[in-house]
């Protein structure tokens, strides 16, 4: 038992136990339609053995068993709201307390997806940094009133400020410690904008493979990514000797298909993920609230933004528009650790969004040094053995052999002008490392968020006094390692007695 519920038993009162919202059961129906698909193998085996009669009475004992176990876990989960901590105490069958300082919880998220909004609720997410996410601690369904007077007066003890009784949704109106500050917001016009520029190949694969999928149960037999339904359709109309004669009429519908696709998918990803996107400042943090069907609310702490990374692509570029992600210690909805805090903007406001986490972007006249052109070569070796290839199927006969023997020289052009782009500059407490000519990014890198510095070198890159910098700093995506490759040795050597020494001082 917790110190707030000893000394609720000394005064004579019970502790205040409350209990999920009862819409919890409402999200677990709801959950029941993509886990029914795990049973469409056993509803078919039924069918084929001819016993079709027991698939209704299976599909309604499933559904009832769920919602029996669901309730179940909503009547034995538990949580009390004290001055200085949350407790928490769930499981049917094996018991579990746990006890959250608010001096512990680092992050307070909310999430609401498309049936919690219709219904009021949210899920409220602690982060304690306690060893990962699993370590971490929810209450999947609360009033949303109740989770931001949770998350406020969690913030106020953080503040030191004296919080006042939680989880009453007259405490969704109290004044916060400090006033927020917005930074950064996305309306529907720049959404549209950010949408035509997020052009999704993703999208052609999914409608192509659907259509293949669903070709025999479709009533009509019509892809339109393929020039022959087109001229098949103008047949119906008399326009097929006419459309055989300007063929590339066809093909013109093709490639408009693709890019509508194309251009249409990612004008609605981007809608449904970032509309209404708000990026405020707060007393301690970053907080970032968004999306359409699935609304997230989540916080970046300042202290534990580790890096910057600015993003953008070949064509986004020359329009000016960019896109920025803080590298930090706390995690963005369980899922990544490299938090999107601008989706699309220009420098101005992303450098806005730098000077609240104390990180600056270079100059644009600021000298930038380059690495090695040596860093070219596997894309080289990749190109050499693309054309052999090529020429060892057009040996056996394979005509596709000439793709691969085109490809080549293209793939080889591409990893020489990539390898250009890989400089970096040594700025005044931070390292700014550029890369990428298709879609170019930028990593603004602080001293004193690099943990270690290693110099590595290979039977390549030894003869020809060459090394890797490779920074290990905390947080972030296993994929979004930072290192400068191909550097004279003793450059290497510089660069890391710098840091090290900029380090110590601090």
């Avoid at 406020?152 to 503040?159: E, G, M």
């Avoid at 939680?166 to 016009?189: C, I, K, S, Y």
């Avoid at 972030?476 to 550097?487: D, F, K, M, R, V």
Wanted: glycine letters at 8%.
């Amino acid at each position: 038992m917790t110190e707030t519920a000893v000394s609720a038993t000394v005064a004579g009162e019970e502790p205040h136990w409350q209990r999920l919202h009862p819409a919890t059961l409402a999200l677990a129906l709801a959950e029941l339609g993509p886990r029914s698909l795990q049973f469409l193998p056993a509803v078919a085996a039924l069918g084929f053995t001819g016993n079709a009669i027991w698939i209704v009475p299976a599909v309604l004992a499933s559904l009832l068993i769920s919602l029996l176990a669901a309730w179940f876990q909503w009547l034995r989960f538990r949580f009390l709201v004290g001055e200085d901590e949350v407790v928490i105490e769930s499981g049917v069958f094996s018991r579990q307390h746990r006890t959250i300082p608010f001096d512990r919880i680092q992050d307070v998220s909310i999430e609401q997806g498309l049936i919690a909004r219709m219904l009021g609720i949210a899920r409220l997410g602690f982060e304690t940094g306690a060893g990962g996410a699993d370590n971490d601690a929810s209450l999947d369904a609360i009033a949303i009133d109740a989770a931001q007077a949770l998350r406020q007066t969690i913030r106020a003890h953080r503040s030191d400020q004296v919080a006042a009784p939680v989880a009453t949704p007259d405490m969704a109106d109290a004044p916060t410690a400090t006033e927020d500050r917005l930074l950064f917001a996305m309306g529907p016009r720049q959404l549209l904008t950010a949408g035509l520029f997020n052009f999704s190949l993703a999208a052609l694969a999914v409608v192509g493979a659907t259509m293949q999928f669903f070709d025999g149960l479709l009533p009509f037999d019509f892809n339109i990514f393929n020039p022959r339904d087109w001229i098949d359709l103008a047949g119906d109309y008399g326009l097929d000797q006419w459309l055989l004669a300007h063929r590339w009429i066809a093909g013109f519908g093709a490639a408009i298909s693709l890019l509508f696709i194309g251009f249409a998918s990612g004008v609605a990803m981007m809608i449904f993920a970032n509309w209404n996107f708000r990026l405020t400042r707060e007393p301690r943090t970053l907080r970032r609230t968004r999306g359409l069907t699935t609304r997230t609310d989540v916080a970046v702490p300042v202290r534990r933004v580790q890096a910057a990374i600015i993003v953008t692509g070949w064509l986004r570029r020359h329009f000016g528009w960019h896109e920025l992600r803080l590298q930090s210690l706390a995690s963005d909805g369980e899922k990544e650790r490299d938090h999107q805090v601008v989706p699309f903007a220009r420098f101005a406001d992303i450098d806005r969004v730098l000077a609240e986490v104390a990180i600056l972007r270079p100059d644009a006249d600021r000298p930038w040094q380059r690495s090695h052109m040596i860093v070219a070569l596997g894309g080289l070796v990749g190109a050499t053995c693309a054309g052999a290839g090529g020429i060892a199927a057009l040996a056996f006969g394979q005509s596709i052999g000439w793709l691969a023997i085109l490809a080549a020289p293209l793939i080889a052009a591409t990893a020489l002008v990539g390898a250009r782009f890989h400089r970096w500059t040594d700025l005044d407490g931070q390292v700014a490392i550029r890369r990428g000519f298709w879609k170019p990014k930028m990593t603004l890198l602080p001293h004193a968020s690099v943990q270690s510095i290693d110099i590595k070198s290979d039977f390549i890159l030894r003869p020809l006094g060459l090394a890797t910098l490779v920074f290990g700093v905390p947080g972030g995506s296993a994929l979004a390692s930072h290192e400068i490759p191909a550097i004279p040795v003793e450059t290497a050597r510089g660069l890391r007695a710098h840091i090290l020494a900029a380090r110590a001082r601090s």
